[in-house]
């Protein structure tokens, strides 16, 4: 069965820091990688994915990720946080070439100082 | 981008009572529907996959006569809670894959408070 373990629950960073998040999933087969960002009582915006070449992805909101197969991770990065990036971040896992059935991580939450 | 739409934002309800929950594709024709369950805190639990024009397929565990699933066109599908009970207080989010269906894209949530 897939799984994907999201080790920190909340993550605090002061603005201009950087950022990492980190993902390990558990697949039989090629892995289809998201991540998601979720703010407050809202639905959830992509932020990037991975199916298959390049594995350092760039996304949207200047975040990136990085697939390493021989460690089970996709680990989400930013070079400089921004307050605005506060939110609840989600990596999810689905079927190779299909997002359908995801699923979701427990999600960590990202706090930023000012 | 694609735009998913749910309907309402949030809905407060009588226990007993019944709840629909709308989730539209408003650009795009969206072949399949997910609809998930968030409880506070938690994250995002599969409920069913729904195809237009056949019936849902549920998760193990979830109760099909209690969450009815429709999903009779191409850019609609709904989500009924029946005699819905404190219990399923909760975020309900909905996803519309496309018809290439290497993204799904999310609805903004509905927030279920039953009373």
């Known amino acids: 069965a897939q799984s994907v373990t999201q080790p920190d629950i909340h993550i605090t960073v002061s603005e201009g820091a950087s950022l990492e998040l980190r993902c390990n999933y558990s697949y039989g087969a090629t892995p289809y990688l998201f991540w998601y960002v979720q703010s407050p009582g809202q639905g959830l915006q992509l932020l990037l994915k991975y199916f298959s070449g390049d594995t350092l992805v760039q996304g949207i909101k200047g975040f990136e990720a990085e697939f390493k197969r021989s460690q089970s991770s996709f680990n989400l990065r930013k070079p400089s946080v921004h307050w605005s990036d506060a939110a609840e971040y989600f990596c999810?896992?689905?079927?190779?070439?299909?997002?359908?059935?995801?699923?979701f991580g427990t999600g960590t939450r990202l706090q930023v100082t000012l | 981008g694609a735009v998913v739409s749910q309907h309402p934002s949030w809905v407060i309800c009588k226990s007993g009572t019944s709840v629909k929950i709308e989730c539209r594709s408003l650009?795009?024709?969206?072949?399949?529907m997910f609809w998930y369950r968030q409880f506070p805190k938690q994250s995002l639990m599969l409920m069913a996959t729904s195809n237009e024009g056949s019936k849902a397929t549920y998760e193990q565990g979830v109760e099909k006569d209690k969450f009815l699933i429709n999903h009779a066109s191409l850019t609609l599908s709904t989500l009924t809670v029946t005699s819905a009970h404190p219990e399923d207080s909760s975020f309900y989010i909905c996803s519309a894959r496309n018809r290439v269906g290497t993204e799904a894209f999310f609805g903004q949530g509905t927030r279920l408070t039953v009373v």
């Open positions: 999810a896992v689905g079927p190779t070439g299909t997002a359908s059935k995801l699923t």
């Open positions: 650009d795009f024709q969206a072949t399949t």
